[in-house]
Nanobody, 129 residues
Framework: EVQLQASGGGLVQAGGSLRLSCAAS????????IGWFRQAPGKEREGVSC????????SYADSVKDRFTISSDNAKNTVYLQMNSLKPEDTAVYYC??????????????????????WGKGTQVTVSS
């Protein structure tokens, strides 16, 4: 059974940092792309960052580039999202998701892909001004 468990959310002041974790189980890590998505109240869900452990490639939404970093611990099947210089507009429920790698797809495509196969429960991130 595929499971994705996100953790690490919380309340932080603007300019602060948080690190989210996504622990994955039930599938071969290298065969999947793991992504972080977020949804703020009244807004559509958006892709934040994606990671492919097969080749280490990453992608980021323009709104988080140079502030967020995605990484993994393959031995633990865990993907992290280090979020620095947080802004109030980063406030959202953050979800991790996974889908099988598609041949020829760069990780940037998964930011916009509507067919992510597996989703974890979200973790709330609130940034106060």
């Amino acid at each position: 059974e595929v499971q994705l468990q996100a953790s690490g959310g919380g309340l932080v002041q603007a300019g602060g940092s948080l690190r989210l974790s996504c622990a994955a189980s039930g599938f071969t890590f290298d065969d999947y792309v793991i992504g972080w998505f977020r949804q703020a109240p009244g807004k559509e869900r958006e892709g934040v960052s994606c990671f492919s452990s097969r080749d280490g490639s990453t992608s980021y939404a323009d709104s988080v580039k140079d502030r967020f970093t995605i990484s993994s611990d393959n031995a633990k099947n865990t993907v992290y999202l280090q979020m620095n210089s947080l802004k109030p507009e980063d406030t959202a429920v953050y979800y991790c998701a996974a889908t099988q790698r598609r041949s020829g797809w760069g990780t940037v495509f998964y930011l916009y892909y509507l067919g992510m196969e597996y989703w974890g429960k979200g973790t709330q991130v609130t940034v106060s001004s």
